[in-house]
């Protein structure tokens, strides 16, 4: 288990019934990195691998 892993951990097991719109995270991802500049490097991979997630499939059917 990654030290990251009790993290995600708690988001699910605290707003894991909710639901929220990709728009909302975006926000929050902002606010974040607003906050917490040093993470601004991280954040953006994060977000560029889930807007990319869907690219991976289209390029095993090539």
Known sequence: MY????????????????EVTLGWVADQLRTFVD????????VERL????ARLDDEDDEDDE
Not at 47 to 50: E, H, P, R, S, V
């Open 3 to 18: 030290f990251t892993d009790r993290g995600i951990e708690e988001l699910e097991n605290r707003r894991g019934e909710e």
């Open 35 to 42: 906050l917490n500049p040093d993470f601004e490097v991280p």
């Open 47 to 50: 977000a560029t691998w889930l």
